[in-house]
């Protein structure tokens, strides 16, 4: 196993209908299956949560010289399992 730490990322400009339909089929996937693929950009990965998660919302204000950027963030964490593969090497997609 490798100490360093990888992550897919994904940054773009949606609507907010698309941002809803990605919200519900997550949850949805989230619900009704021990596994599933989940799209970052122009990867698919593979995750398996556990029935309990750990969960944050986070809601920031940071002033930017134009105004003030609001930001929301959900994260969940859990520990990867031996059947889930470790993701392929750092990406970041933006749009």
Do not use: C, Q
Request: charged fraction near 45%; hydrophobic fraction near 30%; aromatic fraction near 8%.
């Amino acid at each position: 196993m490798s100490d360093e730490e990888t992550e897919v990322e994904y940054e773009g400009t949606l609507s907010r209908e698309d941002i809803a339909t990605h919200f519900e089929t997550f949850a949805e996937n989230l619900r009704e299956s021990d596994g599933f693929d989940i799209e970052i950009g122009d990867e698919a990965v593979s995750i398996s949560p556990p029935d309990s998660l750990e969960f944050e919302v986070e809601l920031e204000d940071e002033p930017e010289d134009d105004g003030v950027e609001r930001s929301i963030e959900f994260e969940l964490e859990w520990m990867r399992t031996d059947e889930e593969d470790p993701l392929p090497e750092s990406k970041e997609f933006e749009e």
